[in-house]
């Protein structure tokens, strides 16, 4: 199956950017759709971030809207989350994903990385 490793996270102060990155060991990975999770500590997975498999088409959460920006590099395998403007709400563990579809729910991802964790100071 295919190996997703995200790295980038750390902590940073509010109103900072971190770019996190999520490699693919999986030489198929352009036909994936690609995005993004997060889950805080006594809470939910969400959605995050969602970009096509030719990197066209994306779609965010409200929450993170303007803020973040996703992008990927098939020649490259990997994916990868910007975000700027940090709010001490978005401190997470960041989790990427892979599915054989364009969706937003997370039934629809069936590979997922470790995660990352993202700590934003106020």
């Known amino acids: 199956q295919v190996q997703l490793v995200e790295s980038g996270g750390g902590l940073v102060q509010a109103g900072g950017s971190l770019r996190l990155s999520c490699a693919a060991s999986?030489?198929?990975?352009?036909?994936?759709?690609m995005g993004w999770f997060r889950q805080a500590p006594g809470k939910e997975r969400e959605f995050v971030a969602v970009?096509?498999?030719?990197?066209?088409?994306?779609s965010y959460a409200d929450s993170v809207k303007g803020r973040f920006i996703i992008s990927r590099d098939n020649a490259k395998n990997t994916l990868y989350l910007q975000m700027n403007t940090l709010k001490p709400e978005d401190t997470a563990v960041y989790y990427c994903?892979?599915?054989?579809?364009?969706?937003?729910?997370?039934?629809?991802?069936?590979?997922w990385g470790q995660g990352t964790q993202v700590t934003v100071s106020s």
């Open positions: 970009i096509s498999r030719n990197g066209i088409i994306t």
């Open positions: 994903a892979g599915a054989g579809s364009y969706v937003t729910r997370e039934s629809g991802y069936g590979y």
């Open positions: 999986e030489r198929t990975f352009s036909d994936y759709a």
